[in-house]
């Protein structure tokens, strides 16, 4: 290899992802080009991230302002875009307290924290086990990689925190099994999406959000993935008619800038106090500037609703037209985030829609995964949905 390919090749970077061989350079709404002028219609989004399409003028705007003006100062000192971001996610949600991370990963091991910190320190109660399921992804940090129910992510990081627990998704007998005296919190995702795309059944979550409140135990929704609109509510608990004590986010939060939050109801306000909790990166002007384009759009053009009527014309399509195949078991999800299982290994299905110019994912081996951003076009899911019948009802 020649330096400048191994430079390209990132020969220097740790091999922690496996990379499809595309470097792509250019982004503008639904599009992405490479480097040798190939167009793509992206149905992945950066993996949830750019909710609004790439670049999006408005948000673009936003950041170009807040760059003339202000950069970081420190969480020292007060920031206005934080307050208003932190107003607009309390202000269309259940929770009332935000705290600002840079990533998934810290919005959960936030939460972790806070339920910890909230029962042993204003409950009294000892309490510090976590219970999580089966199949979850809740991050790669120490703690947030041991509350993921998948044996893969742990493999030879021993020795793990202590304190959490697995049991099977949607088993309520299961989880009166495992809550005890010792049980701080359950923490879950509405819809299991690194898992294959599994909702969360109705009357179980129910269930489980009774049993909290009852039991004293504090509920924790992870809306990485599924928040910001992409399921087709602002947040996805808002499908289930229950409440959360804590929720997260990150990915769609900043349209591609990387921020993340953690958002809790009142009582949860005295868990932390100063010094207890902190980022120094944690809300800077700029990714709460960010941020605030972001849900005044998301919000202020009722895109929570396009996601929703836009999915469903996505899978009407996806399950019309793959109806006769014997490879495809099922089509499901919840709004623009959705799942096409088969009955085998899905890779090569990936890797041939890049050829034809289509960008997808898997969620699971065998679990074709679809995140379009919330402004995509009947057009654009015409085109994607003529690939991938295409490549998958000749499998
Ligand atoms: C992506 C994701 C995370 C981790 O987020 P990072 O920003 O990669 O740390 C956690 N939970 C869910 C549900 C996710 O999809």
Not at 183 to 200: C, D, H, S
């Amino acid at each position: 290899m020649s330096e400048n390919k191994a430079a390209t090749a990132g020969a220097s970077l740790l091999p922690t992802y496996a990379r499809y061989p595309l470097t792509l350079v250019k982004g503008e709404g639904s599009w992405l080009w490479d480097d040798t002028g190939k167009r793509y219609l992206d149905f992945m989004s950066g993996i949830a991230v750019t909710n609004l399409g790439h670049a999006p003028a408005r948000i673009k705007e936003a950041l170009v302002q807040q760059l003339d003006q202000l950069w970081h100062v420190s969480n020292l000192f007060h920031i206005p875009n934080q307050a208003d971001a932190a107003k607009l996610l309390t202000d269309n949600s259940c929770g009332d307290a935000v705290f600002f991370c840079n990533s998934g990963a810290e919005a959960n091991e936030a939460a972790i924290k806070l339920a910890r910190r909230y029962q042993q320190l204003v409950q009294n109660n000892g309490r510090y086990e976590i219970i999580t399921f089966e199949q979850s992804f809740h991050g790669r940090t120490l703690a947030t990689l041991t509350a993921t129910g998948q044996a893969k992510v742990k493999e030879g990081f021993a020795p793990l925190p202590e304190g959490f627990t697995y049991i099977p998704y949607n088993d309520f007998a299961a989880l009166e099994g495992a809550v005890s005296d010792k049980t701080a919190a359950i923490m879950l995702e509405m819809v299991q999406a690194e898992g294959g795309i599994r909702p969360v059944d109705q009357i179980y979550i129910r269930q489980v959000a009774e049993l909290c409140k009852r039991e004293g135990i504090l509920l924790i929704v992870d809306e990485i993935q599924t928040g910001i609109g992409r399921t087709g509510k602002l947040f996805a608990y808002e499908h289930f008619g229950i409440e959360p004590d804590i929720f997260t986010l990150a990915k769609g939060l900043g349209s591609g800038f990387p921020v993340g939050a953690m958002v809790a109801k009142e009582e949860l306000r005295e868990g932390f106090s100063a010094g207890s909790h902190g980022s120094t990166f944690g809300g800077t002007p700029i990714a709460t500037a960010v941020v605030k384009a972001t849900l005044e759009t998301i919000v202020g053009d009722s895109l929570s609703a396009r996601a929703a009527a836009q999915g469903e014309y996505l899978m009407s399509q996806l399950r019309e037209k793959l109806a006769g195949s014997s490879f495809v078991k099922e089509v499901r999800g919840l709004g623009l985030l959705v799942g096409i299982e088969c009955a085998g290994p899905v890779a090569d299905v990936i890797t041939a829609a890049q050829e034809r110019g289509l960008l997808v994912i898997t969620a699971g081996p065998n679990i074709v995964r679809l995140l379009p951003n919330l402004l995509v076009t009947n057009e654009e899911i015409d085109e994607a949905v003529s690939i991938l019948v295409e490549l998958l009802n000749a499998r």
